[in-house]
């Protein structure tokens, strides 16, 4: 266990669904972070909160809506998702914002978009 | 912009031999490049860092060594057993800076 847990661990939505994904860490940290992953690709970075403040925006489409209600939590809204969002979404923290500083991952959640 | 090339790709050795997986940075203002290991069904691990000021560092069966001149890093690990089968990812970031740019991955299979 890293401190980091994930929900769901699956999810399947259609494309006029809304589902939310849900991170919360355990260890402290005062930055959290959303990554996608998909198959045979480096780890995309989505976005960045340092004690609740988003501090980066990496040119993610609207239909992807982040949301830091306190240094512990991350949720992740969808709503019209596209079948290429279907991927693994990972939460990762870390204890500062910065990059330089080791980041622990949760899990991930794998989304499927039919 | 900027960007991190991993290979190789997919590596096989036998148990017991080593594994040498390699990483180019764009970015000459990255100093800390760490290096990840994502295991099936779990979320990328540190397994080893390196900052700008070090040319190599060495953890048990794990080493990584940097060349800021050529901006390229390596991993190697030694004396390879099935556990060490997974992905392993490069990464390359800045301080002050808020991203973290991965390599795509290397999926190391290691052959009892």
């Known amino acids: 266990e890293t401190g980091v847990t994930q929900t769901p661990r699956h999810l399947v939505m259609g494309m006029t669904n809304k589902k939310s994904l849900k991170c919360e860490q355990h260890?402290?940290?005062?930055?959290m972070y959303w990554y996608k992953q998909s198959a045979k690709k480096p780890l995309e970075l989505m976005f960045v909160y340092s004690l609740e403040e988003r501090v980066e925006n990496n040119s993610v489409p609207s239909r992807f809506s982040p949301e830091c209600p306190n240094s512990s939590h991350l949720f992740l809204h969808l709503h019209t998702l596209q079948p290429e969002d279907s991927a693994l979404y990972l939460c990762?923290?870390?204890?500062?914002?910065?990059?330089?500083?080791?980041?622990?991952f949760g899990p991930g959640t794998r989304l499927t978009v039919t | 912009g900027e960007n991190v090339e991993q290979h190789p790709s997919t590596l096989s050795v036998q148990e017991g031999d080593s594994a040498v997986i390699k990483c180019t940075y764009s970015?000459?203002?990255?100093?800390?490049f760490p290096w990840y290991k994502q295991e099936l069904g779990k979320g990328p691990q540190l397994i080893i860092d390196i900052r700008s000021n070090v040319g190599e560092k060495k953890d048990q069966r794990i080493a990584v060594t940097l060349n800021k001149t050529a901006k390229h890093f390596s991993l190697h690990i030694t004396e390879t057993q099935p556990e060490d089968s997974a992905v392993y990812f490069c990464?390359?970031?800045?301080?002050?800076?808020?991203?973290?740019?991965f390599g795509a991955g290397t999926r190391l299979f290691v052959k009892a």
């Open positions: 260890l402290g940290h005062n930055a």
């Open positions: 970015d000459s203002a990255s100093n800390y």
């Open positions: 990762a923290s870390s204890q500062e914002g910065y990059a330089a500083y080791e980041q622990y």
């Open positions: 990464a390359a970031s800045r301080t002050g800076g808020f991203k973290t740019i």
